[in-house]
């Protein structure tokens, strides 16, 4: 099969102009001009999507979609420590068949908007053999022991029965403030030895500073209350924390969702690390909760790889990476779109360590395409990160879907 597009935009190289992938099975084979690549494979089905703009699938680096069904329930709260009390009591309504069914839905609204490949992270891993996602997923089994630190080692050997039965999978102790020392150890044993990747929650809110360099504030006061050893605050920044409990080794293994609340020595201790680190930012969750001002350039000059996320819809209005990019490009006005565009394709496949296979157009890739109208101006990829509806043609695996009509088929 051959699609053809008025855009090709490879992320691999300059845009293609008429351009033209060939497929064979679930992989793409040939990539340039149609002319040519059609002469190469001659005799092949070929699917013209017209005034197009084809690009890769877009990869979402964090997202709950446990959630989806609490979109709109949770009015931003006066403090962080008011909006967990506020999910906690959202949650307690819901049963087990109400997260599956949210799950489903999160994954065809996520499809809908582009997003061929998902990170995602579940504080039920037991359901995952229940659901079989429509598209590229990473399941990681979100774990908290606050309330039973002694259990770590069982939490995580149980929520790995659950993952095995998923082709990729990872751990994600919660948050510093949320997961023992011993169940962050027990997440880095399991990497190591499966070798599969690992993520949490860090430096995500001033609360959580409050808590772990100052030892006060109301996060530091809800959690006090609800029976968790505070005898690890008063003393460090979250990110000091974080390395002094896992030690510098243990750094190029995870990825840092939002890492929002940094200080000067922060970035001191992040400029003597060797490591390659990857942290996912989500502009409309981080807006919601009126967090710091998300310091991308800093981040970005010590050699963080960022990568954007929609978070959950308990803090997000919808799972479109595209309106990620836009609020991102109003926040960070300084970036190029193509800048942005690589923070959902190149960038995350590099997070999941799928930079060979992901995140390019490219012979030998996975062949997850999407498609949307472009005008044919010079600046089109800025009309990629400005695009708003939802996508109107996708490649998953090598099998086609439309969301809506225009893409033509042709004879052979």
Known sequence: MIIRSRIVATMDGPPIENGAVAISGSRIIDVGNFPEVSARHSGQEIVDLGEQA??????????????TC????????????????AINAEKAKLAQDDYVASIAKGFTEAKRFGTTTIANLTAFPELIPRIDPP??????AELIDVRSPEHANELVDLAIESLKSAQNWGLAPHALFTASKDLYRRCGEIAQRENVLLT?????????MSMFRDGSGPLYEFMENIGRPMDDCGRETP????VGRLSGASLPEWIFAHLNELTESDFELLERSTSKLHVVHSPRS?????????????????????????DSLASNESLSLFAEMRAFQRSQPAISPDKILEMVTLNPAMALHQE?????????????????????????IEEIVAFEGPVDWMLLNGKQRRNTPGAAKLSR
Request: aromatic share 16%; with cysteine.
């Open 286 to 310: 981080h807006g919601y909760f009126a967090h710091s001002r998300f310091r991308f350039e800093r981040l970005r000059a010590l050699g963080f790889n960022v990568c954007l996320g929609t």
């Open 70 to 85: 609490l979109r709109g329930k949770i009015p931003p709260q006066q403090s962080f420590a008011d909006w967990i009390r």
């Open 239 to 242: 990110l000091a924390k974080f």
């Open 54 to 67: 084809l690009l890769p699938g877009f990869i979402n680096a964090h997202c709950h979609l446990d959630y």
């Open 135 to 140: 598209i590229r997923t990473w399941w990681f």
């Open 356 to 380: 060979n296979v992901l995140g390019r157009i490219r012979p030998g890739f996975q062949a997850d395409l999407v498609s949307v109208t472009c005008s044919g101006g010079r600046n089109f």
């Open 200 to 208: 949490t929650h860090l430096a995500e809110s001033r609360e959580e």
